[in-house]
């Protein structure tokens, strides 16, 4: 099936990787952990205020499966607004960047013992009820 446009609508991009001269600002500018911004994905369109310039967004697709949402692309972030930690421009031709915080990345994740997770697995006791792990790589 064939979806027409709006008239000077665009076809935005679905979430891709975080353009290089982003993530090179997340890490240089925003002391970004190096390491992160390859588990992060960014949407952008084409900014009204240049030819080279594009908005962008970034977001963690991790907690985008957690709360059971696809974003599709830039404008489906609207609705969902908590789910972007950054948000802003680049121009390829300049090579500036400004991205302003939206959402603050939380480092502080406890660390459980064998016993822990144990006992959080055993309080299980409704149909349907979860708990999450995060496993991390050394």
Request: charged share 30%; no cysteine; aromatic share 8%.
């Amino acid at each position: 099936m064939l979806w027409k446009h709006k008239e000077g609508e665009q076809k935005l991009p679905p979430p891709r990787q975080i353009p290089q001269l982003v993530r090179e600002h997340l890490v240089s500018q925003k002391k970004m952990d190096p390491d992160l911004p390859q588990a992060l994905k960014a949407v952008v369109r084409k900014s009204p205020q240049g030819e080279n310039r594009f908005d962008v967004r970034v977001f963690d697709p991790a907690q985008e499966q957690v709360k059971k949402i696809t974003v599709r692309d830039y404008t489906s972030l609207n609705e969902h607004p908590t789910l972007i930690l950054y948000e802003g421009w680049f121009d390829e031709k300049s090579k500036k960047v400004e991205l302003e915080e939206k959402t603050k990345i939380s480092y502080d994740v406890p660390l459980l013992s064998k016993a822990e997770i144990q006992q959080r697995i055993e309080a299980l006791s409704e149909p349907g009820t979860t708990v999450f792990f995060y496993q991390g790589t050394l």
